[in-house]
């Protein structure tokens, strides 16, 4: 097993920076998520781990090891594809040894490898060729080859991307599950933040090729440091509205909530804020120390224990989104006060993106 340290890393591409001095550290036995939208760079990254670009600036270690000048097989790393790259004419059981042959592994070594990945990732006829087997199957087949290398680091590139919705969730535990039997240090890219929430024992968000907060799924859905992250972390995504001081409150759009006390010896001097709210914060009925949102139900989805609504309110331009208890059984319509606790309101600087809270904690510091 392994660390992967970025240490100040710069990808380039002619003028172009993919990506921008990334500092992150993955620990040993780790799985790390790399998110972000498209073009983020997370690719790239992991390609640099792999060996498959190099490295423009910075340090990129593998252990102790600085790999920068050291070719992709000597890396000790596996790689899984989106596109999962078996050789159509060959059996599961070739598709799986192919690698550890050239290697020259010793053949009965090769033999408990193969079984051993094979029974850890339930593959039963190991005499089918790709063609025979499911989507599902042929990227266990893939996962395969990567488990009897017995690699210090798995690579993973959005891996479930080719999948159904259903083999991607099953899949998704399966990857799970093999990491905790397993162990093993793990990259893995997705552009899909639930499967980022939900696989990662921390998660890296970037975006425009720079790194812009890491930490496990709770802090990041919890404490949100950058606009950026508190809008792509979180399903449905969570509320924005541009909101200026004026007092003991912030107000905007038809809106209007008292600052926590948390956030006011941040704000000094910063006026135009956006505030964030989750929609499964939102609540109907009473709430003490809350804000009240006066709002019209105009789309109401059911999800069975809990409903979708689409509201309006006055002043305020696009939906706002809440997820509220089915038992409230509001109908398009329906005039709503919405209440949202004020220790889950999350406050923004316009113009730096950076949530107040932590610009606060990082000045005291
Ligand atoms: P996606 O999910 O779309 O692959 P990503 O976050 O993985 O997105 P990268 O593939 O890492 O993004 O690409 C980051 C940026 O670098 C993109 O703008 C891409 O166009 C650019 N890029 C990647 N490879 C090259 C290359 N070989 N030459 C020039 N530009 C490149």
């Not at 890491?214 to 541009?242: C, E, H, T």
Request: glycine content about 10%.
């Amino acid at each position: 097993m392994a660390t992967v340290t970025f240490d100040h890393v710069w990808k380039r591409f002619g003028d172009f920076s993919a990506v921008k001095d990334l500092n992150l550290e993955i620990g040993d036995g780790e799985f790390m998520v790399l998110v972000g939208p498209s073009g983020c760079g997370k690719t790239t990254s992991l390609r640099m781990i792999a060996g498959l670009e190099e490295v423009s600036d910075g340090n990129l270690k593998i252990g102790d090891r600085v790999v920068n000048d050291i070719a992709p097989k000597d890396r000790d790393i596996a790689m899984v594809f989106q596109s999962y790259a078996l050789y159509p004419h060959m059996s599961v059981y070739d598709n799986m040894a192919f690698g550890l042959k050239l290697r020259k592994v010793a053949k009965s070594d090769i033999d408990r490898r193969v079984k051993d990945a094979a029974r850890i990732l339930g593959l039963e006829n190991l005499q089918k060729k790709p063609r025979e087997l499911s989507g599902g199957q042929r990227q266990r087949v893939a996962l395969g080859r990567a488990i009897v290398r017995e690699p210090a680091v798995f690579l993973m590139d959005e891996p479930l991307s080719n999948l159904d919705a259903k083999l991607r969730v099953q899949t998704r535990a399966e990857i799970a599950r093999l990491h905790q039997r397993l162990g093993t240090t793990t990259v893995y890219v997705t552009h899909d933040q639930v499967e980022a929430m939900t696989m990662g024992t921390r998660i890296a968000v970037m975006d425009k090729g720079e790194l812009q907060q890491v930490g496990a799924p709770q802090d990041l859905y919890d404490s949100p440091r950058k606009l950026f992250v508190a809008g792509f972390i979180g399903s449905p995504a969570m509320n924005f509205v541009n909101v200026e001081r004026d007092g003991d409150f912030v107000k905007g759009d038809g809106m209007a909530f008292p600052i926590p006390t948390r956030y006011r010896s941040g704000m000094d001097g910063t006026s135009t804020l956006v505030a964030g709210f989750r929609p499964e914060h939102l609540e109907l009925g009473e709430l003490p120390n809350s804000a009240t949102i006066r709002a019209k139900a105009d789309v109401v989805e059911f999800l069975g224990d809990e409903e979708l609504l689409h509201v309006s309110v006055q002043g305020h331009e696009g939906d706002v989104v809440a997820v509220v208890s089915s038992e409230n059984r509001v109908k398009p319509g329906d005039v709503l006060d919405l209440k949202l606790p004020l220790e889950k309101l999350h406050l923004f600087d316009q113009g730096t993106g950076d949530s107040v809270a932590w610009s606060q904690a990082a000045a005291a510091a």
